[in-house]
């Protein structure tokens, strides 16, 4: 009797521990043959972990969200599109700097990738297509941008030309784990993705998690009608 008991705490703290620590997966939107690592709404977050210019040492996390992902067709042909909100939690509040922007369009099978302006000039490349393709990449920056790239195994760095770089680290998944700025030598910012306060993606959802909870729930509640008929005999 007491090993019962011992196993229904252990269910019950398993409940739990689903609840307060869900087991994050990545998932991704697939449109045709192309790949975005992440669904509508999903929000990624990196934190400033060093800065030396005044502005960007009172900015504590950078928030890149999701906006839409969608198919639309330019010049005859379809592409993943995707668009993006850009903010900074600057002095205890979020200021956004791009409001359900474009991001980027990209088409696996016709080997094209594009990104908005704003992603070239502003170093914002925080999510890439998967499976990553550096050299579509570079080719990309350097077609539709005023700098040169350079590789050094998963990390890509741009070069703007005034003794300042933007380098990402580019994780398997997609996604720059660090973002760092070097002008002259020295970092302006580092920014670090923040796998803690970052929405990672749950399988369907806040669906997934009512029916997770609800089947634990029911779960519970038979093994312990169970151990008290155990009892009662």
Known sequence: ?????ISLYFLIFSLMSLIV?????FASTI?????FPAEIGNEFIWETVNATESWYMEVEYVRFTVDSIYNSTYLDNNYLFMNYTLEYYHRFSWVPQYINSFYMAYNKSLNFLNWSS???YGGNLFIFPTPVNYTLIQE????EGYF????EGN???LDYGNTTFIEHTIDPSGISSIIEKITNGTT???WELNTEDVIIRIPFGNGFIVFSLTFMLFLVIIYSKKLKRIKNE
């Open 155 to 157: 990390k890509l760095i």
């Open 1 to 5: 009797m007491k090993k019962g008991k």
């Open 31 to 35: 449109l045709g043959e192309s790949t």
């Open 148 to 151: 040169n790239t350079s590789r």
């Open 21 to 25: 620590f869900p087991n994050y997966s």
């Open 188 to 190: 302006i910012f580092k």
């Open 140 to 143: 990309a920056i350097e077609v």
């Open 118 to 120: 704003e992603g070239f």
